[in-house]
């Protein structure tokens, strides 16, 4: 079992920033891809970002150019460094990460409880 801690949440002005952390843990497991996705009121959930324990990264168009994802493999943590933000990347952000026990071959998801993004106009 992986359990994700999400934090760095919060307000902030149009145009401002905020960076958010996910800290997995757990028993011997091996994480293979950790991503970030939203949920705004009335939407479904949608991908923000993903990287794979190689770092290739994917970011919806929405957000390129303006949002980093980033990974410590050591740590077992995924950060997402947002800037520029806009009123419409308000949303309830979700840490989510493939991964297994370590060796076996299995790979299953697991969600962060997530964390309230709001960016005022």
């Known amino acids: 079992q992986v359990q994700l801690m999400e934090s760095g949440g919060g307000l902030v002005q149009a145009g401002g920033s905020l960076r958010l952390s996910c800290a997995a843990s757990g028993n011997s497991f091996s994480i293979a891809t950790m991503g970030w996705y939203r949920q705004a009121p009335g939407n479904q959930r949608e991908l923000v970002t993903t990287i794979t324990s190689d770092g290739t990264t994917n970011y919806a168009d929405s957000v390129k150019g303006r949002f980093t994802i980033s990974r410590d493999n050591a740590e077992n943590t995924v950060y997402l460094q947002m800037r520029n933000l806009k009123h419409e990347d308000t949303a309830v952000y979700y840490c989510?990460?493939?991964?297994?026990?370590?060796?076996?071959?299995?790979?299953?998801?697991?969600w962060g409880q997530g964390t309230q993004v709001t960016v005022s106009s």
């Open positions: 989510k990460t493939i991964a297994g026990p370590t060796g076996s071959g299995y790979l299953y998801q697991y």
